[in-house]
């Protein structure tokens, strides 16, 4: 029988600001990703941000955060890229 571990990345920012930086990078063609779908469900099951615990982040909200991005999200992201 063979095991499969699962490994998550501890990151320091939070899940909205993780969803947009991917979002960014999935616009400017810097990911092979497939449909955004994939690119979600990846974030949600790799990505450990602070507050969630030994979690996962909920697709469903990161959806939401991929589509509904707020200025002050945009503003802290710009931060780090810029």
Known sequence: MTTVQTI??????????????????????????????????????????????DGYISPNSLTMKYKQVVQSTAMRVSGIVG
Do not use: E, H, M
């Open 8 to 53: 998550q990345v501890i990151v320091r920012c939070y899940w909205d600001a993780l969803t947009y930086f991917y979002k960014l990078l999935n616009k400017a063609g810097g990911l092979d990703a497939g449909p955004v779908t994939q690119l979600i469900l990846a974030i949600s099951n790799n990505f450990i941000t602070p507050g969630i615990g």
